[in-house]
């Protein structure tokens, strides 16, 4: 049973343009919905992360976006720079732990 | 920020042979330990929790006598991957908390482990 699902499993975005991933989940028991950035070879490294009371979250050039009727959130990314090709995460979390989106290989061309 | 360490960062064994991973918490205690594997072009997957100074939790399907963890302190935790096979090979990741709940987990670099 996939509990969290992300959306597209790849994605190519100009320098300068949006970038966009997905994300559903099931389980209307999660309390916290972070984002992971990890580099090839390297940990996932926190990104930014949502409550469910709040519809809208940014940080610099990220932004988390979130309907909770829907169950779905996105992440957005402005102004995506060569620098942010990276894997994607998004997850969801309860108490006793946290379980991952299958991730979005982004790629931003030069 | 947290800072959680892993070694080795690589490592090859032999088949049959066992390897152990170490991860530490450099500037906090860390309660609660986690363990994950994570093949190529895929998302992590929970293998155990730990708790300092008790047994770990491990996840459905994951073999606890393969996969021995021991977390003795508050900084470390061990896992050690016993008579390790080829469809072993992979990344394992740690990560740890300090309060025990999940969302404030801090990951290690990984440690990416070859059996030949």
């Known amino acids: 049973q996939q509990q969290v699902k992300q959306s597209p499993q790849s994605l190519i975005v100009q320098k300068g343009g949006i970038s966009i991933i997905n994300c559903a989940y099931e389980n209307t028991a999660f309390d916290y919905f972070p984002w992971y950035q990890q580099f090839p070879g390297k940990g996932p490294a926190l990104l930014i992360a949502?409550?469910?009371?709040?519809s809208e979250k940014k940080e610099g050039r990220f932004t988390i976006s979130f309907n909770k009727s829907a169950k779905q959130f996105s992440l957005h990314i402005m102004d995506s720079q060569p620098g942010d090709s990276a894997t994607y995460f998004c997850a969801a979390s309860r108490d006793d732990k946290i379980i991952f989106g299958k991730g979005t290989r982004l790629h931003i061309l030069p | 920020g947290a800072v959680v360490s892993q070694h080795p960062s690589r490592v090859i064994c032999k088949s049959g042979t066992s390897v152990k991973i170490e991860c530490r918490s450099l500037?906090?205690?860390?309660?609660?330990m986690f363990w994950y594997r994570q093949f190529p072009k895929q998302s992590l997957m929970l293998m155990a929790t730990s708790n300092e100074g008790s047994k770990a939790t491990y996840e459905q399907g994951v073999e606890k006598d393969k996969f021995l963890i021991n977390h003795a302190s508050l900084t470390l935790s061990t896992l050690t991957v016993t008579s390790a096979h080829p469809e072993d090979s992979s990344f394992y990741i740690c990560?740890?908390?300090?309060?025990?709940?999940?969302?404030?987990?801090?990951f290690g670099p990984g440690t990416r482990l070859t059996v030949t």
């Open positions: 990560s740890a908390t300090t309060g025990g709940r999940a969302y404030e987990q801090y």
């Open positions: 949502i409550r469910p009371d709040v």
């Open positions: 500037d906090f205690q860390a309660t609660t």
